[in-house]
């Protein structure tokens, strides 16, 4: 009789809607990507919108009856700045596609450079400074991270064939480019000056440098 008065033990009972909480906060934090890292790629996906809808028709670029000898050196010169400041966006298309085809033709040095701003990305840049890079059983620092990171960077680039790839395509781009806005003239050219003031493919580098820090979220301005 004394055992059915008894109360039973009450058991504590813990929150189901706060774990639940706290698991999907730890499994984003850890899976998904970062702040910074989708503000970065938003950022260049814009970029590159905004570029290619300023990029003027390829007929124009290579219309044959728009092609003359420059009258000297200065001319040349003159003929290349105005024809960059219009065909700015096919000409970077054209060195980004000589980049390319010398990468792919070499997969070797695709492969290294792919693996090396990889590692970049998510192992510096864009990794949150919490918790720290552990590495085959050991833990790194942000300083021991990037002081890898730099000397990675050095052997790939100046002790593999992918500087002598990088460089090579650089050469040969600049070539065609050059060549081709010396012998173009653009007296038939008429470009707004607003537009050639901040226009191309790199300008979201112009935009990040304005922007505030903490525009470019925790974990690349923790490191910064």
Same mark, same amino acid.
């Given at each position: 009789?004394?055992?059915? +008065? $008894?109360? &039973? &033990? %009450?058991?504590?009972? *813990?929150?189901?809607?706060?774990?639940? $909480?706290?698991?999907?906060?730890?499994?984003?934090?850890?899976?998904?990507?970062?702040?910074?890292?989708?503000?970065?790629?938003?950022?260049?996906?814009?970029?590159?919108? !905004?570029?290619?809808?300023?990029?003027? &028709?390829? $007929?124009?670029?290579?219309?044959? *009856?728009?092609?003359?000898? &420059?009258?000297?050196?200065?001319?040349?010169?003159?003929?290349?700045?105005?024809?960059? !400041?219009?065909?700015?966006?096919?000409?970077?298309?054209?060195? +980004?596609?000589?980049?390319? %085809? !010398?990468?792919?033709?070499?997969?070797?040095?695709?492969? /290294?450079?792919?693996? =090396?701003?990889?590692?970049? /990305?998510? #192992?510096?840049?864009?990794?949150?400074?919490?918790?720290?890079?552990? =590495?085959?059983?050991?833990?790194?620092?942000?300083?021991?991270?990037? +002081?890898?990171?730099?000397?990675?960077? %050095?052997?790939?680039?100046?002790?593999?064939? %992918?500087? *002598?790839?990088?460089? !090579?395509?650089?050469?040969?781009?600049?070539?065609?480019?050059?060549?081709?806005?010396?012998?173009?003239?653009?007296?038939?050219?008429? #470009?707004?000056?607003?537009? $050639?003031?901040?226009?191309?493919?790199?300008?979201? =580098?112009?935009?990040?440098?304005?922007?505030?820090?903490?525009?470019?979220?925790?974990?690349?301005?923790?490191?910064?």
């Amino acid at each position: 009789m004394a055992s059915t +008065g $008894s109360s &039973p &033990p %009450v058991l504590p009972i *813990s929150n189901p809607q706060t774990n639940t $909480s706290d698991s999907q906060q730890t499994i984003s934090g850890v899976v998904g990507p970062t702040p910074a890292l989708r503000s970065f790629i938003t950022r260049i996906s814009d970029t590159i919108q !905004s570029s290619f809808s300023n990029r003027r &028709p390829w $007929s124009e670029l290579i219309d044959r *009856s728009a092609f003359s000898k &420059p009258d000297s050196v200065s001319d040349a010169t003159l003929r290349i700045r105005k024809n960059y !400041s219009y065909f700015r966006t096919n000409y970077l298309s054209l060195l +980004g596609i000589v980049l390319a %085809v !010398s990468l792919i033709t070499n997969p070797f040095s695709l492969l /290294l450079l792919t693996a =090396l701003l990889a590692a970049w /990305l998510f #192992l510096y840049l864009f990794r949150p400074s919490d918790p720290p890079l552990v =590495l085959f059983g050991r833990q790194f620092s942000d300083r021991e991270t990037l +002081g890898v990171l730099i000397i990675s960077t %050095v052997v790939v680039i100046f002790l593999t064939s %992918v500087g *002598s790839v990088l460089v !090579s395509a650089l050469m040969i781009g600049l070539a065609i480019i050059c060549t081709h806005a010396a012998f173009r003239a653009p007296e038939d050219l008429f #470009l707004d000056e607003q537009e $050639s003031a901040a226009t191309g493919f790199l300008s979201f =580098l112009n935009a990040a440098a304005a922007a505030p820090p903490a525009a470019a979220g925790p974990a690349v301005s923790a490191r910064v």
